[in-house]
């Protein structure tokens, strides 16, 4: 932002819980401003990026101010502006978020996208490159594109620029990331109509290709990573000799990966002899306990940490865990499994 970087603190589930009961369906935001910031504070919400003024403020002398409003509904980003300030804040739902003041920079507290509003911005605030400040963000969104925190970082603007271009094709590859996350988790939320005209009228202009995978595509990405072996894996070559593939992102440290692996084996071991392979994704940082893991799998399981670039991802639009995809013996990307119990029957499909 322009005016104010702004900070955040975590917050946990149970203070939003309790934060957001005693107002019906209002969300809130409260704190203390700097007392230089004036008597008067516009409260303004977007309109894929118009802002427009929602309400006004009365700011005390000390800094002091509370503002309610009812829920639309569906999480939105809104500010608070006047000459002298600008603090953008995230609401997910009925809650409330709190805003504080230290010296010159702007806390926020009370929720989860606090948080992540928080790490966005510091990421843009980082002394730099532009391609590794992008880089960095497009991790952070990847963690949860689904997420209003995601939406603002993706329309966010550097001196009037667009940070994430649509007219760049890694750029539109992060923004079709987000808007297959709104579209498969999000649709009545009215950002996903806009993000899927924005995706695909900008993935036409600048004649994409297969590359990003936002329904049943083919030409699979690449992914050559090394194994709990040290050996490269390439799935690629893989996929080109001619057996079916489960491609799979997870991380081992997941509540729910036993329980999915157990799912994996099963599959494995009824379909492996006829011609299946899985290539199993980890996204996990703890390299040690991943290949202690590993050894016990008897399929191809590689590693992309935080040390590894995020174009995988985002090549995949991985928004969440697990992910799984299908490739046929062609080494076409037939299936993204949206619906795990089905993943079976799936697989029969193309053996």
Same mark, same amino acid.
């Given at each position: =932002? ?33 007392? !230089? ?7 303004? !919400? ?32 809104? @500010?608070? $502006?006047?000459?002298? /300030?600008?603090? *953008? ?11 504080? #003041?230290?010296?010159? $920079? ?11 509003? =928080? ?19 497009? $991790? ?10 995601? *939406? ?47 995706? %695909?009228?900008? @993935? ?10 936002? !329904? ?8 050559? %990573? ?45 379909? #492996?002899?006829?011609? +299946? ?19 016990? %799998?008897?399929?191809?399981? /590689?590693?992309?940490?935080? #040390?590894?670039?995020?174009? &995988? ?10 992910? &799984?995809?299908? +490739?046929? @013996? ?16 799936? &697989?029969?499909?193309?053996?």
């Amino acid at each position: =932002m322009n005016n104010i970087r702004i900070l955040s603190a975590a917050a946990s589930l149970g203070v939003l819980l309790l934060s957001g009961c005693g107002n019906g369906n209002k969300w809130t935001v409260k704190g203390e401003l700097d007392p !230089a910031a004036g008597n008067m504070i516009a409260v303004e !919400a977007s309109d894929n990026g118009r802002w427009y003024v929602l309400d006004s403020v009365k700011v005390s002398d000390s800094g002091k101010f509370s503002f309610s409003h009812e829920a639309m509904g569906y999480p939105d980003v809104y @500010r608070l $502006r006047n000459d002298n /300030v600008t603090v *953008y804040f995230p609401v997910d739902s009925i809650e409330t978020v709190s805003v504080s #003041h230290d010296g010159g $920079r702007y806390m926020l507290a009370g929720t989860p996208q606090a948080d992540m509003m =928080m790490k966005a911005d510091s990421i843009i605030a980082l002394d730099i490159p532009e391609p590794e400040m992008k880089n960095a963000l497009a $991790r952070l969104i990847l963690t949860d594109p689904s997420s209003i925190t995601s *939406y603002y970082a993706i329309n966010r603007k550097i001196a009037g620029k667009p940070l994430f271009d649509p007219a760049v094709k890694k750029d539109l590859r992060v923004i079709g990331a987000v808007a297959n996350a709104y579209n498969e988790q999000r649709p009545a939320d009215p950002r996903s109509a806009y993000l899927k005209r924005l995706y %695909l009228s900008s @993935r036409r202009q600048a004649g994409e290709g297969g590359t990003t995978v936002l !329904a049943n595509e083919i030409n699979a990405p690449e992914i050559n %990573l090394y194994d709990n072996t040290g050996v490269r894996r390439s799935l690629n070559e893989l996929a080109s000799q001619g057996k079916v593939v489960v491609l799979n992102f997870t991380s081992y440290v997941a509540e729910e990966s036993p329980a999915f692996n157990l799912l994996l084996n099963s599959i494995y071991e009824k379909y #492996h002899g006829a011609g +299946l392979e899985i290539y199993q994704v980890a996204l996990d940082d703890d390299e040690y306990n991943w290949k202690r893991s590993a050894d016990n %799998l008897p399929w191809i399981t /590689v590693i992309n940490d935080a #040390h590894n670039s995020s174009q &995988v991802l985002l090549d995949y639009n991985v928004g969440s865990i697990p992910t &799984v995809f299908i +490739l046929n @013996r062609n080494g076409d990307v037939v299936e993204r499994v949206t619906d795990l119990g089905e993943l079976e029957k799936l &697989v029969a499909k193309y053996m």
